[in-house]
T-cell receptor, first 112, second 109 residues
């Protein structure tokens, strides 16, 4: 069966520091991968999606970037965090035939 | 712009009653619809997916789809306190899902 993991689960970072969140998927090949952000009490905002290695599409202009160095690995990065980057970051993969989306456990980021 | 609308709630339902959650969407060509449950502080988990008009049942959950009215709903029978969560409606549009803001459901013992 397919599983998705992301880490770290929680982190507190100062403004201006870098960020790296990592996500890996097991049990499936060539998945579509997604990074979402959920601000407190808000809906899901799609940040990036990827249909293959090295193929990244950005949905929202910001100081975040994403990379997909391997088929089942998806990384979210920032060189300098802003206060507004605080939120709950979710990695997800989708089943191509059904469109169903499956989420990792999430990474809660607080920027101080 | 494609939109998915949900009543934010909270929706308060007595334990054992039927909880009814509703969602409307703007994109007439959408073919895939999903309900997710999200507990506070946790990631969303898929409850139901529905692709055809009518009802789809899975245990205590029933999803209902009416494409003509652009309306999808989720019924939870015999509601339990553990059903208390935020329920997210999502509609597939091209490569991504369009999300509603969610309805907070509270089941009162």
């Amino acid at each position: 069966s397919q599983t998705i993991h992301q880490w770290p689960a929680t982190l507190v970072q100062p403004v201006g520091s870098p960020l790296s969140l990592e996500c890996t998927v097991e049990g499936t090949s060539n998945p579509n991968l997604y990074w979402y952000r959920q601000a407190a009490g808000r809906g899901l905002q799609l940040l990036f999606y990827s249909v293959g290695i090295g193929q990244i599409s950005s949905e929202v202009p910001q100081n975040l970037s994403a990379s997909r160095p391997q088929d089942r690995q998806f990384i979210l990065s920032s060189k300098k965090l802003l206060l507004s980057d605080s939120g709950f970051y979710l990695c997800a993969w989708s089943a191509i035939n059904t469109g169903e989306l499956f989420f990792g456990e999430g990474s809660r980021l607080t920027v101080l | 712009q494609k939109e998915v609308e949900q009543n934010s709630g909270p929706l308060s339902v007595p334990e054992g009653a039927i909880a009814s959650l509703n969602c409307t969407y703007s994109d007439r060509v959408s073919q895939s619809f999903f309900w997710y449950r999200q507990y506070s502080g946790k990631s969303p988990e898929l409850i139901m997916s529905i692709y055809s008009n009518g009802d789809k049942e899975d245990g205590r959950f029933t999803a209902q789809l009416n494409k003509a009215s652009q309306y999808v709903s989720l019924l939870i029978r015999d509601s339990q306190p553990s059903d208390s969560a935020t329920y997210l409606c999502a509609v597939k549009a091209n490569y991504q899902l369009i999300w509603g803001a969610g309805t907070k459901l509270i089941i009162k013992p």
